[in-house]
């Protein structure tokens, strides 16, 4: 199976940072990433797909990036609502996998 | 507006049988354009594809479940349905049901709000 590293595990910013949060991927997997938005109790909500296209709806202070093994998702100005665990999940081959994710708290 | 919706029984004892439902409002399973799946998740934890399934009956699933799993299409019913047999404690977790796009980018979207199904005697 691909197996997906997210980077940090965790992240504590304060509203109005720019935050960066890495997916790297065992092997490469072109821009087949993915990027999700957990809060708690709640479904994952898709935020960006295929690396850097954004899903409709979504604000554009968010943004990907990257192809091969190593992507970023990119927070251009943190606002209260973003303090979520964030994943990253390949559509490359199956099985699909998840990263592990990335949760941001509040600093 | 689509919304997946899981159903089922939140408490299962081991060995025997998970069974749980997505019904599909919004939409309909026979368009084609979609296949439709199971991801689950532990509490605490991260995210476990399981499988995914066509309107025509085709399916695909995780090689790690792939021995205990079926996943089942009612178009008539705009549902389909997740079978998971001999259960440990290993199986529980939140179940959510989602779509995702037969061409380009494989993303699940949306998801289902999820529902918790324990393992426990």
């Known amino acids: 199976d691909m197996q997906m590293t997210q980077s940090p595990s965790s992240l504590s910013a304060s509203v109005g940072d720019r935050v960066t949060i890495t997916c790297r991927a065992s092997?490469?997997?072109?821009?087949?990433l993915n990027w999700y938005q957990q809060k708690p109790g709640k479904a994952p909500k898709l935020l960006i797909y295929?690396?850097?296209s954004l899903q409709s709806g979504v604000p554009s202070r968010f943004s990907g990036s990257g192809s091969g093994t190593d992507f970023t998702l990119t927070i251009s100005s943190l606002q209260p609502e973003d303090f979520a665990t964030y994943y990253c999940?390949?559509?490359?081959?199956?099985?699909?996998?998840f990263g592990q994710g990335t949760k941001l708290e509040i600093k | 507006q689509l919304q997946l919706q899981e159903s089922g029984p939140g408490l299962v004892k081991p060995s025997e049988t998970l069974s749980l439902t997505c019904t599909v409002s919004?939409?309909?399973?026979?368009?084609?354009?979609?296949?439709w799946g199971w991801i689950r998740q532990p509490p605490g934890k991260g995210l476990e594809w399981i499988g995914s399934?066509?309107?025509?009956?085709?399916?695909y699933y995780n090689p790690s479940l792939k021995s205990r799993v079926t996943i089942s299409v009612d178009t008539s019913k705009n549902q389909f349905s997740l079978k998971l047999s001999s259960v440990t404690a290993a199986d529980t977790a939140v179940y959510f049901c989602?779509?995702?796009?037969?061409?380009?980018?494989?993303?699940?979207?949306?998801w289902g709000q999820g529902t918790l199904v324990t393992v426990s005697s």
């Open positions: 295929a690396a850097s």
């Open positions: 919004g939409a309909s399973i026979s368009s084609g354009s979609y296949y």
């Open positions: 399934i066509y309107y025509s009956g085709d399916t």
């Open positions: 989602a779509r995702r796009p037969i061409r380009g980018p494989a993303r699940f979207d949306p």
């Open positions: 092997q490469s997997i072109s821009s087949d």
């Open positions: 999940q390949q559509s490359y081959s199956t099985p699909y996998t």
